[in-house]
């Protein structure tokens, strides 16, 4: 099974972009030469690199519906600390992992 790339809004932030690469997850973040663009050139570099886009801004999910990035993990948290925002994306790749092996054993 392939390793899902991460593609950082802004918003997560360069503690959770480090965390996530030490732990050998493949991740991009837009703070690298992207810090300002607009939501709808966050979703082309997801599309043209395949990944997966993973934010806390509220008004990104409708903008996905429009232009369809390859995915999207939206963090709705009470408490954006780092800790939690680290925990919310390693538990969505936990269960998208779970996912993809319950439909292989499926199929």
Not at 45 to 54: S, T
Not at 57 to 74: Q, R
Request: with cysteine; proline share 5%; net charge positive.
């Amino acid at each position: 099974m392939q390793k899902p790339k991460l593609l950082l809004d802004e918003n997560i932030g360069l503690r959770v972009y480090e965390e996530l690469k030490n732990r050998g997850t493949v991740v991009q973040s837009v703070i690298f030469g992207g810090r300002g663009i607009s939501d709808i050139e966050v979703i082309e570099i997801a599309r043209r690199k395949g990944k997966i886009i993973v934010t806390m801004d509220k008004e990104f999910g409708y903008t996905c519906s429009l232009h369809k990035p390859p995915g999207i993990i939206p963090l709705r948290l009470r408490d954006p600390k780092f800790s939690n925002r680290l925990k919310a994306i390693l538990r969505a790749l936990d269960l998208g992992e779970k996912i993809v092996r319950l439909h292989d054993h499926i199929n």
